[in-house]
């Protein structure tokens, strides 16, 4: 298995782009995971899903933060429009269930200028 | 101004010796923990779980130590090789409560 898949690897915007990271989970994974990693805060949970249903989105940092699962091969989060405070590692993880090791992605590490 | 970080314990160890670290939790319904090492550039990687029925397991050069009484696991590390630098998590899961990370031990070998 290729293990989780994210793109792009690399991104950088100006402040106010939308800026959307994708995500293809391990193939039979029914768990899927957003984390953001900075110096200041450490590794975040920003929102969890399980079978593509979200069940637990109280890390969003706010209403320009969104996350989909319109399959369980795929995931997006999308920020609109993009803070330079915002700049950070996002990490994509999926689980077998939700109380089974993750499975990270190497991450998308966005620079918003 | 002067930023302020997240101060990571460091552990520094010297190539060949055995590597103790520690972690604290504080959710008593915690019943399965994880570890994750996590090298510079990379996702964390899973290394060794532990359920609440156990006390020690053992892996290849890793071993966890469980001690439910006072909420605290350590991960040792066998003849620890420079490869063995990075952070490392300890990811406690149980009572309903999503995957929360800790902020982590960066261990540091010295050759």
């Known amino acids: 298995d290729a293990g989780v898949i994210q793109s792009p690897r690399h991104e950088v915007t100006e402040m106010g782009q939308e800026v959307t990271l994708r995500c293809k989970p391990i193939?039979?994974?029914?768990?899927l995971f957003w984390y953001r990693q900075t110096m200041m805060r450490g590794l975040e949970l920003l929102i969890y899903?399980?079978?593509?249903?979200?069940?637990?989105d109280s890390g969003m940092p706010e209403d320009r933060f969104s996350a989909k699962m319109p399959n369980a091969s795929f995931s997006t989060l999308k920020i609109q429009p993009s803070e330079p405070r915002d700049s950070a590692v996002y990490f994509c993880?999926?689980?077998?269930?939700?109380?089974?090791?993750?499975?990270f992605g190497n991450g998308t590490r966005l620079t918003v200028t | 101004g002067e930023s302020v970080g997240l101060h990571l314990p460091t552990l520094s160890v010297q190539e060949g010796d055995n590597s103790i670290i520690n972690c604290a939790y504080s959710n008593s319904a915690s019943d399965y923990f994880i570890w994750y090492k996590q090298e510079s550039g990379k996702g964390p990687q899973f290394i060794i779980d532990?359920?609440?029925?156990?006390d020690k397991r053992q892996g290849q050069r890793v071993t966890v130590l469980l001690n439910k009484t006072v909420k605290h696991l350590s991960l040792q590390i066998a003849a620890t090789q420079p490869g063995d630098s990075a952070v490392y998590f300890c990811a406690p899961l149980g009572g309903n409560t999503p995957l929360v990370f800790g902020k982590g031990t960066r261990l540091s070998v010295i050759a």
């Open positions: 993880a999926s689980s077998l269930t939700g109380v089974s090791p993750l499975h």
């Open positions: 532990i359920r609440s029925n156990m």
């Open positions: 899903f399980n079978n593509n249903v979200p069940i637990d």
């Open positions: 193939s039979g994974h029914n768990s």
